[in-house]
């Protein structure tokens, strides 16, 4: 019920235009342009300084990796041409393969990958693994670095590898060196994309050419972010397309090649048309969360957090995510991927119990809450975190919270959420993501489980025991103890609460029949072709 209210437009396919007017020179014929409707508009475009999915896949387009992770989680060598260990796992070095290039002209250099390191490290919590237990990076010559450490690090190719928000990407010296809480002024990469900053039209239309000087991997197996990154397209077009209804009937009209996120209410629609396909988007699927701000009333109260935790039914958050077909949700998800190695059922009986919101109501005055204002954030050009938003919205009004609902796009929410201020002075309480089911596999890549204060996600939870446990499966031996410290990860995360866990929903991503070899599970650009 909730959902249909983002479908807005008309859900039939018309003659009318729905493209944004270009200009006549940026006009290639069809076979060469690929028209891509993402999930939302592009509002940052550096990698380091937000989570966001949209700009990780913009930066995927204009950026490189010294590894790419396959689908079977395992980092390939992708810039880097191959690497040596030696002293028992603490000197590692890498060189880089012949021939890469930044859009600028200038060659990749071991010194832009140290400086990308250390800056992306300041950001992102396997970053900040790798830099305590590193002793140097140095430059060996211009295609060779050195990472000397402490004491060995098993995580350290998976760490290179970081496909989840924020990824490891590679750019020149110059901007690596500017403060990650700052934006770099402008997108200079060695990808097979480039940036088109002269055609870019915020809230309509982002655009990418063609690398010509890229050089992709000689040999590989395509998969996920790994293997030769040959590109069919001579320019990639964003067109930012809001309203549900707008997308699907471009994308039936042939005006658009790809949707990112068609909602599940208009998917037998799409289906019925012969000439789209639409297949699944990622098979772990998307985990949401539900963000809380721990410097202010009321949710830096713990007690708080546990009650909203006990009250909220994550059978109605993936309902309005996921729609009425039930195989495409799954609720009693705790902190960790369903499926994957580190998941389990510890303290997961706060989730399954039977929901009582009349005793909620009074465990929240008990608790501390004192009718402080609630400034729940939430996205209006994303149909499923809109929805989300008004699950959430109706959850705490029905608990007797003083909300104030902000509904703004998506990256404005991306925007405010990294103020620190009082919610009544321009700051936030909370707000709804969702995050794919590969950044939620692990204490490491989980953002959202970073517990270290400023240095934690935005929220800035500060809960020690949650990090203890974080750094011991960083140390742990094998596997098995993994999952052991897993599990009391789980109950920790249910006890403290740094964040609410609101289930995992899975969707489908849909494009016109002619366009082939789309890379699976990723949204990137590189291997798609149109048939003639």
Avoid at 181 to 187: L, M, Y
Wanted: charged letters at 25%; glycine letters at 8%.
């Amino acid at each position: 019920m909730l959902r249909r209210t983002f479908l807005g437009g008309a859900e039939a396919a018309s003659t009318v235009s729905f493209l944004p007017a270009r200009p006549a020179i940026a006009q290639g014929s069809r076979a060469s342009v690929l028209r891509f409707v993402p999930q939302s508009d592009l509002t940052i475009v550096d990698p380091v300084t937000t989570t966001a999915y949209i700009t990780r896949h913009h930066a995927l387009m204009v950026f490189d990796q010294l590894y790419g992770l396959d689908a079977q989680l395992r980092p390939q060598p992708q810039m880097v041409e191959g690497h040596n260990v030696e002293a028992d796992g603490l000197i590692w070095t890498f060189r880089l393969r012949e021939g890469l290039r930044f859009h600028d002209g200038e060659a990749v250099r071991g010194r832009d990958c140290i400086a990308s390191i250390r800056r992306w490290a300041q950001r992102d919590s396997l970053g900040q693994a790798l830099m305590a237990r590193t002793d140097t990076m140095s430059e060996l010559d211009d295609r060779s670095f050195m990472i000397r450490l402490k004491r060995p690090y098993g995580l350290m190719l998976d760490t290179l590898a970081k496909l989840g928000p924020p990824a490891l990407m590679i750019m020149p010296e110059r901007l690596a060196s500017i403060d990650p809480a700052q934006q770099i002024p402008e997108v200079i990469g060695s990808g097979p994309f480039r940036f088109n900053t002269k055609e870019r039209l915020v809230g309509a239309r982002v655009v990418y050419d063609r690398n010509p000087d890229y050089r992709p991997r000689e040999s590989g197996d395509v998969s996920w972010a790994a293997g030769p990154e040959r590109v069919h397209f001579e320019r990639v077009e964003w067109q930012i397309m809001p309203d549900p209804g707008t997308a699907s009937a471009a994308l039936q009209n042939g005006e658009v090649d790809w949707w990112e996120n068609p909602i599940n209410d208009l998917l037998p629609s799409l289906q019925s048309n012969p000439q789209i396909v639409t297949q699944l988007a990622g098979r772990l699927g998307n985990l949401g969360t539900a963000v809380m701000n721990h410097l202010h009333p009321p949710f830096d109260k713990p007690a708080v957090r546990r009650v909203v935790l006990e009250a909220l039914s994550q059978e109605d958050f993936m309902a309005a995510a996921g729609g009425d077909d039930r195989k495409l949700w799954r609720t009693g998800v705790g902190i960790f991927t369903p499926g994957t190695p580190m998941a389990n059922e510890s303290g997961l009986d706060v989730l399954t119990r039977k929901r009582d919101l009349e005793r909620a109501k009074r465990d929240l005055i008990a608790a501390g809450y004192k009718g402080e204002r609630v400034v729940l954030m939430a996205a209006s050009d994303n149909p499923v975190l809109g929805a989300l938003g008004e699950v959430m919205n109706d959850l705490l009004r029905r608990l007797g919270m003083n909300v104030q609902y902000v509904v703004t796009d998506w990256g404005s929410v991306v925007s405010r959420r990294a103020s620190k201020a009082a919610p009544d002075q321009g700051g936030w309480s909370i707000f709804n993501t969702t995050w794919t089911g590969l950044d939620m596999t692990n204490p490491v890549a989980e953002q959202v489980l970073r517990c270290g204060g400023q240095r934690g996600f935005f929220g800035w939870p500060d809960i020690p025991e949650i990090e203890t446990l974080r750094e011991a499966w960083i140390e742990a031996p094998d596997n098995t103890a993994r999952q052991a410290i897993a599990r009391d990860l789980q109950v920790a995360a249910m006890t403290h609460v740094p964040y609410l866990p609101t289930g995992q929903y899975f969707y489908r991503t849909a494009y016109r029949r002619e366009i082939r070899d789309i890379v699976q599970d990723q949204f990137v650009f590189w291997n798609a072709r149109r048939e003639a």
